[in-house]
């Protein structure tokens, strides 16, 4: 099966905005990722809800949230209603995270969990087989453009044994740093989802740059 690719439009040029939409519905990308930080639980401000449903009227691929922020539950059921299909929010932000977890399923969604590169796997244990995705940051997140973590493929090794020791279901997507050499070994460790933002957009050619990292 190949890679499931989810690129990030938190690297692109919002003034044109449309002109990176239609990259990604002429590419071969599977998702469409969104970063929402709130300057909060990130150091650092992204985008809301006036470019999520900009981007909803335009989008040909199911949006990927990752929402980067705190108090994560008062922003479901407005993403549900703006055709987000996959809500992801961090387990740092998240003191009951199991009915989190439900309230983005409840609302038709599906739901991941992202761990900061400090946050163990283990910890994920008694709601991995609630999960339909797990996010391993492979940088701290906040911003893009950053120097892969190292650690991030043995991590990714960590949880798909977990995944697999409860036979769980949920996806492993990886967001930070990905680019052809590291998104090799992330796949080779486990991954089945690469999220790109800068990699992509910043190639001569980012329709043939995703495809090449869907062949990974």
């Known amino acids: ?26 590419s071969e990308a599977d998702w469409l990722h969104l970063d929402v930080m709130d300057g909060v639980f990130v150091p650092n401000l992204s985008f809301g ?3 999520i449903e900009s981007v909803a009227k335009t989008t040909q691929k199911p949006m990927d949230a990752h929402l980067m922020v705190i108090e ?51 910890l994920l244990t008694d709601v991995i087989t609630d999960l339909d995705l797990v996010l391993i940051m492979s940088v701290n997140p906040g911003y893009g453009g950053q120097t892969f973590i190292e650690n991030s493929c043995p991590k990714i090794a960590r949880l798909k ?3 697999e020791s409860q036979h769980a279901s949920a996806l492993i997507q990886v967001d930070g740093g990905v680019n052809f050499e590291t998104g090799r ?7 089945n989802v690469l999220v790109a933002g800068s990699f992509v957009f910043s ?10 990292l869907k062949q990974l």
């Open 72 to 122: 994560p539950d008062k922003y479901i059921n407005r993403l549900r209603d703006l055709g987000v299909s996959r809500v992801t929010v961090h387990y740092e932000a998240c003191p009951h995270l199991h009915r989190t977890i439900q309230a983005i399923q409840k609302a038709g969604m599906k739901a991941g969990v992202a761990l900061n590169p400090h946050t163990s796997v283990p």
């Open 185 to 191: 070994r992330l796949v080779d460790s486990g991954a």
């Open 1 to 26: 099966m190949n890679t499931i690719l989810s690129p990030s439009i938190l690297s692109v040029d919002f003034t044109n905005l449309q002109q990176s939409i239609d990259i990604v519905n002429r």
């Open 161 to 163: 044994a977990l995944i």
């Open 203 to 212: 190639s001569t050619d980012p329709v043939d740059t995703i495809s090449k």
């Open 49 to 51: 809800f006036p470019i």
